[in-house]
């Protein structure tokens, strides 16, 4: 299982999340319950864009005892290592983009 580490905040009446490996990547929810099913959707998202932009993408970092974090389901993970495959290659994802769809 491909786990992800997340930083969780309550803040007013919202629950804040974001990503020690993805500083850019936060979202939200009214509680911390649907704040994480929507990190799900919010890695994912970053990963599709990342993937589309070619770019590699940080091996998961192992949570530290006591920190949150996330997994990704199994046709993401595959998803993830088809793609690093193709990249130690040497080969291109861009004939394959359809495949990268997490949809």
């Known amino acids: 299982m491909m786990q992800y580490q997340v ?3 309550s ?3 919202k629950t804040l999340v974001s ?3 993805f500083p850019n ?3 939200y929810g009214d509680d911390e319950a649907e704040a994480l099913t929507r ?6 998202t970053y990963l599709m864009s990342t993937i589309a932009d070619r770019e590699p993408i940080p091996a998961p970092h192992c949570p530290k005892r006591g920190q949150r974090s996330i997994t990704l389901p199994a046709l993401t993970e595959a998803k993830l290592e088809f793609y690093h495959t193709i990249r ?6 861009q004939n394959a983009s359809g495949a990268f769809s997490f949809a």
């Open 7 to 9: 930083n969780v905040v």
């Open 11 to 13: 803040e007013g009446s």
């Open 19 to 21: 990503f020690s490996d």
């Open 25 to 27: 990547t936060h979202t």
């Open 39 to 44: 990190a799900v959707d919010a890695l994912e």
């Open 88 to 93: 130690r290659s040497g080969g291109s994802a």
